[in-house]
């Protein structure tokens, strides 16, 4: 398996640009979960899916910040508009419900907003 | 409030040596408790999963985790270089969700 594929790697923008974020779980995974990852605060989780069905995106930042997922083998996760304080490694992960729960994270989206 | 603590500074020993990490934390009650591993550029890679008040070895890793102290303490034995990393803990906090630690960077010199 390839693992959990995430694109783009590398994201810079302008102030106010949309950006869009992009994540494949690994297939037959049925939960699938986004993070932020940032010096200051750490890992933190913004929203997590089960059955492309979103349980809590308590930790979504605010309304500039949104996720989908379409289907079992897609997510997006849209930040409109970005700002500077927006930058950060966004990681992606998915897991299966087994196995107690394992998360497997895919590469991150280094996220520059200028 | 909730809080989850991992050593702050970057933890630096010899090679051969033994790393001891710590995990501790506030106003949790977690069933079980997770490792991760984050090598620089790239996502956490999972390691190993503890229970309440489990004891566990694999490898060179040693781990317990005491809910009483609300501590797990990560141990690697006869430490490598290729050890160096920085280091998670997770708190499964009920229906497939962790919290992450802000994590402990290790350093093994050859």
């Known amino acids: 398996d390839a693992g959990v594929i995430q694109s783009p790697r590398h994201e810079v923008t302008e102030m106010g640009q949309e950006v869009t974020l992009r994540c494949k779980p690994i297939?037959?995974?049925?939960?699938l979960f986004w993070y932020r990852q940032t010096m200051m605060r750490g890992l933190e989780l913004l929203i997590y899916f089960n059955n492309n069905v979103p349980i809590d995106d308590s930790g979504m930042p605010e309304d500039r910040f949104s996720a989908k997922m379409p289907n079992a083998s897609f997510s997006t996760l849209k930040i409109q508009p970005s700002e500077p304080r927006d930058s950060a490694v966004y990681f992606c992960?998915?897991?299966?419900?087994?196995?107690?729960?394992?998360?497997?994270f895919g590469p991150g989206t280094r996220l520059t907003v200028l | 409030s909730q809080k989850i603590e991992q050593n702050s500074e970057a933890l630096n020993i010899q090679e051969g040596k033994t790393a001891t990490l710590t995990c501790n934390y506030t106003n949790y009650s977690p069933a079980y408790l997770q490792w991760y591993r984050q090598d620089p550029g790239r996502g956490p890679v999972f390691l190993l999963l503890?229970?309440?008040?489990e004891k566990k070895r694999k490898e060179r890793l040693k781990v317990t985790f005491d809910t009483t102290l609300k501590q797990s303490l990560f141990h690697i034995t006869a430490s490598q270089p290729a050890d160096s990393a920085t280091y998670l803990c997770?708190?499964?906090?009920?229906?497939?969700?962790?919290?992450f630690g802000t994590g402990t960077r290790l350093l093994v010199s050859p």
């Open positions: 297939s037959g995974h049925n939960s």
């Open positions: 997770a708190l499964y906090t009920g229906f497939q969700k962790l919290v």
């Open positions: 992960a998915s897991s299966s419900g087994l196995a107690q729960d394992t998360q497997y």
């Open positions: 503890i229970r309440e008040n």
